[in-house]
């Protein structure tokens, strides 16, 4: 059964930061884009941040330029979401997603466009 299970949610106060990961299992995601989404209460779900197979080419939304970062470990299968100067306004289910279409070098940001979506884990930082 292929999974993708998000961890390293919780509460925090504003400024500070935290550290997502998303386990995948089932298959390698070694040859695929993988991104970050995120829904706030009463929103829709919007795209956070997203990574090519390699890691050579990544792109973000930009109310999170210059403070969170996408990677990914290939060798464990993972992906990782580091969110720094964290504000009220992340606050939010963080779900992490998989495009099964391999060696693509797209700049995807469209719910759409991923194929496999973990359960989420939820981020609520304070102010």
């Known amino acids: 059964q292929v999974q993708l299970v998000e961890s390293g949610g919780g509460l925090v106060s504003a400024g500070d930061s935290l550290g997502l990961s998303c386990a995948a299992s089932?298959?390698?995601?070694?040859?695929?884009?993988m991104g970050w989404f995120r829904q706030a209460p009463g929103k829709e779900r919007e795209f956070v941040a997203a990574i090519t197979w390699s890691g050579a080419r990544t792109n973000y939304v930009d109310s999170v330029k210059g403070r969170f970062t996408i990677s990914r470990n290939n060798a464990k299968n993972t992906l990782y979401l580091q969110m720094n100067s964290l504000k009220p306004e992340d606050t939010a289910v963080y779900y992490c997603a998989a495009d099964l279409s391999p060696f693509s070098t797209s700049s995807l940001t469209r719910i759409y466009e991923f194929d496999i979506w973990g359960q989420g884990t939820q981020v609520t930082v304070s102010s």
């Open positions: 089932g298959r390698t995601f070694s040859t695929n884009t």
